[in-house]
């Protein structure tokens, strides 16, 4: 089995590797199929499920690490260990269950060999904004600001709070999916995710 190499977030796969997908992958294929195909030697299978995750999974690591240069090594390191494991990968749970488990796993060992988390560099907010806006500098202010504010409460929230807050709102997994995740129970993940819309709440009406 091929292993494609060089990822880069911002490029589309097929086009960097210059692939051809083949008749077997369809559109409406599962990503568990993709990957089953994928660990059968199917290269364009896997560049189909990279082309469905990569941006969500950019943003999610982008969101907990708040630097873009740590978020992209995070990022490849993800992929990678997902091509590492695919030979004897089965669907025990869905692929986006694993994945961000993967992911969640390595922020996690991330921050376990600094001992801490460091606070965000000062203009993280302004490396994370890369795509122009064509809309009038009033409104791009305006939008800036409530990223902004929604980035510190963010940052002000337990760590496992924001956990389960970034892959329930933005990834749209489900309180069992999150549970597979970070490896704890239903409830725990829904009270998690109570207390941190909460504090949300709270802080951005303040």
């Known amino acids: 089995m091929r292993s494609p190499s060089g990822l880069r977030r911002g490029r589309p796969a097929v086009a960097r590797f210059g692939l051809i997908l083949h008749p077997m992958v369809e559109a409406g294929d599962s990503d568990e199929h993709l990957m089953l195909a994928y660990a059968a030697g199917d290269v364009p299978a896997f ?12 943003r999610y690591l982008l969101r907990q690490v708040r630097d873009r240069s740590l978020a992209e090594e995070l990022f490849q390191d993800v992929w990678q260990r997902v091509i590492a494991a695919a030979a004897g990968w089965k669907p025990e749970a869905t692929f986006a269950t694993w994945l961000y488990r993967i992911a969640h796993n390595r922020i996690t060992d991330h ?17 994370a904004e890369r795509v122009p806006d064509p809309d009038t500098p009033e409104r791009v202010l305006s939008q800036f600001e409530q990223r902004r504010r929604l980035q510190c409460a963010l940052d002000e929230l337990p760590d496992d709070q924001r956990t389960v807050l970034l892959l329930r709102l933005e990834q749209e997994l489900t309180l069992e999916e999150i549970g597979a995740i970070t490896g704890v129970g239903r409830e725990t993940v829904k009270s998690r995710l109570r207390y941190a819309m909460d504090k949300l709440r709270g802080r951005l009406h303040a």
């Open 47 to 58: 560049e189909r499920l990279y082309a469905r995750h990569r941006d969500r999974l950019f």
């Open 111 to 127: 921050w376990r060999s600094l001992q801490h988390r460091p606070p965000a560099p000062a203009d993280a907010e302004e490396r």
